[in-house]
């Protein structure tokens, strides 16, 4: 069965196909590039956070007593000592910021290619509800192929290092990003690498990696085996 973060997801890319394609019928034909530059904009800005925020606002509050609070110097110091951060944050950044300008790549090939096979040159010659049709379908094609480039531009697996963190009785909490305990196994994974000082929180819903820095990894280890994995 579907999450409620992935219908909403669905449910605003089809309510965008829909507005845009209003807006489209109706607004001047030689200002029809810029609704198409929006949609790509907001279509790629929605697909790259929707997910992430509504995942992230699932969860209430944590409550519960500190066990341990870790600020950003200390993060910093720790994350500066590791010398193979660089490389995995490197990739994901790369690919990121490739994303935006090949999802306006293809919205430049399919207004040359797709759109004049859709849409008329002269748009009073169909009716006003075939008009909105049509554009529906190009922009359900120009989703289709955004989401093969994303599918494959975007990582698999997202690193996350959390500048500052507390972890209390009830959980963890990092500003809007909430791990409640008991840890859910079916969606986190908790890996801890001793040599280089973290413990990464691995979130398959969201694929994104939560990094935890800390100085002393044996005891934040024991914290989220004690209440982490209590049932």
Known sequence: MMDSSKMMTVLMTLASMVFFAFVSTFIP??????????????????????????????????????????????????????????????????????LLPLSIAIWIIASYTIFPYLIPASRDTITKFELFTRYLLFYAIL???????AYFFTPKKMLVPLNNYEIRSGGIKSGSIII????????????????????????????????????????VESFIQKHGFQK
């Not at 950003?72 to 910021?97: G, H």
């Not at 989703?143 to 480039?149: A, P, S």
């Open 180 to 219: 409640p305990f008991p840890i859910d196994t079916d969606r986190y994974e908790v890996i801890v690498n001793h040599r280089r000082s973290f413990i990464d929180i691995h979130d398959r819903r969201t694929k994104q990696i939560y990094r935890l820095y800390v100085s002393d990894v044996n005891k």
């Open 143 to 149: 989703i289709g192929l955004m989401r093969v480039v």
């Open 29 to 98: 034909q030689d200002l029809i590039w810029i609704v198409f530059l929006l949609y790509t904009i907001v279509f790629m800005s929605l697909s790259m956070t929707l997910p992430r925020m509504l995942s992230r606002k699932k969860h209430g509050d944590i409550r519960g007593a500190i066990l341990l609070k870790v600020d950003r110097q200390e993060v910093t110091k720790i994350m500066m000592r590791d010398q193979e951060i660089d490389s995995e944050i490197k990739p994901q950044v790369l690919a990121s910021l490739a």
